[in-house]
T-cell receptor, first 111, second 114 residues
Framework: DMKVTQMPRYLIKRMGENVLLECGQD?????MYWYRQDPGLGLQLIYI???????SEGDIPKGYRVSRKKREHFSLILDSAKTNQTSVYFC??????????FGKGTRLTVV | KTQVEQSPQSLVVRQGENCVLQ??????????LRWFKQDTGKGLVSLTV?????DKTSNGRYSATLDKDAKHSTLHITATLLDDTATYIC?????????????FGAGTQLIVIP
C-alpha cells in the first residue's frame, strides 16, 4: 500500500518555539518534497530532497531547514517559529515517471 | 509571477449537472500536466495525467484535455455528485525526471448542491 504519512496532523505553537514536522514514505522513493499551502495560492515549494543528505532549497526556504537521514523519512524544522509560518504543510514523494504522492498535510498554527 | 492560472476560482453546480474547469499556464518546458482533487482538510489525490502535445484522458466521470501549443487544459466532470465537492488543482511538471519542478495552480473550488 503506497502512502505518505505526515505527523502530526495538527499543531499549535507559540511564536519563537521550535517546530518539527515529520514525513514518512514506504515506497523507497528517492525524491521528496516539502510544500506549504496558503489560501488563494498554489502550493509553494520549501525544500526538495533527492536522497539521504542531498537536499536543495525550493522557492521559499527562508525560516526552514530539513533533515533526511533515511530515505523513507524527511523532516521539516522551523527554528523559532513565526506567525507568518501559520499554514498547511504538505510532504510529497516522487515515484516513477510523473507520479507524485502527497501526505494528508499538517495544519500548523503559530500564535 | 503565477505560472499556472485556474478558472473559475469557484463554481457552484447542482447535482447531476456537468462542469468544466480551465487551466492556463506559462511553464516552460511543459513535460506533463496533472489534475488533483483535494477534499477539505485532506491531501491531494491524482485524477489524471496528460503528457502528449495534444492529449485526452478519461477516468470514469472525469475527462481531461491538454493542448501544449495553447498551454491550456480542461477538466470535465459529468453528472456531478455531492462527493465531487472539493478543490481541483492543476499542476504542470517541467520535467519528467527527479530534477523536475511542479508548478501549482491555486485551484478551483467546486461546490455541488442537491
Amino acid at each position: 500500500d503506497m502512502k505518505v504519512t505526515q505527523m502530526p496532523r495538527y499543531l499549535i505553537k507559540r511564536m519563537g518555539e521550535n517546530v518539527l514536522l515529520e514525513c514518512g514514505q514506504d515506497m523507497s522513493h528517492e525524491t521528496m518534497y516539502w510544500y506549504r499551502q496558503d489560501p488563494g495560492l498554489g502550493l509553494q515549494l520549501i525544500y526538495i530532497s533527492y536522497d539521504v543528505d542531498s537536499n536543495s532549497e525550493g522557492d521559499i526556504p527562508k525560516g526552514y531547514r530539513v533533515s533526511r537521514k533515511k530515505r523513507e523519512h524527511f523532516s521539516l524544522i522551523l527554528d523559532s517559529a513565526k506567525t507568518n509560518q501559520t499554514s498547511v504543510y504538505f510532504c510529497a514523494s516522487k515515484g516513477a515517471n510523473t507520479e507524485v504522492f502527497f501526505g494528508k498535510g499538517t495544519r500548523l498554527t503559530v500564535v | 509571477k503565477t505560472q499556472v492560472e485556474q478558472s473559475p476560482q469557484s463554481l457552484v453546480v447542482r447535482q447531476g449537472e456537468n462542469c468544466v474547469l480551465q487551466c492556463n499556464y506559462s511553464v516552460t518546458p511543459d513535460n506533463h500536466l496533472r489534475w488533483f482533487k483535494q477534499d477539505t482538510g485532506k491531501g491531494l489525490v491524482s485524477l489524471t495525467v496528460l503528457v502528449d502535445q495534444k492529449d485526452k484522458t478519461s477516468n470514469g466521470r472525469y475527462s481531461a484535455t491538454l493542448d501544449k501549443d495553447a498551454k491550456h487544459s480542461t477538466l470535465h466532470i459529468t453528472a456531478t455528485l455531492l462527493d465531487d465537492t472539493a478543490t481541483y488543482i492543476c499542476v504542470v511538471g517541467d520535467r519528467g525526471s527527479a530534477l523536475g519542478r511542479l508548478h501549482f495552480g491555486a485551484g478551483t473550488q467546486l461546490i455541488v448542491i442537491p
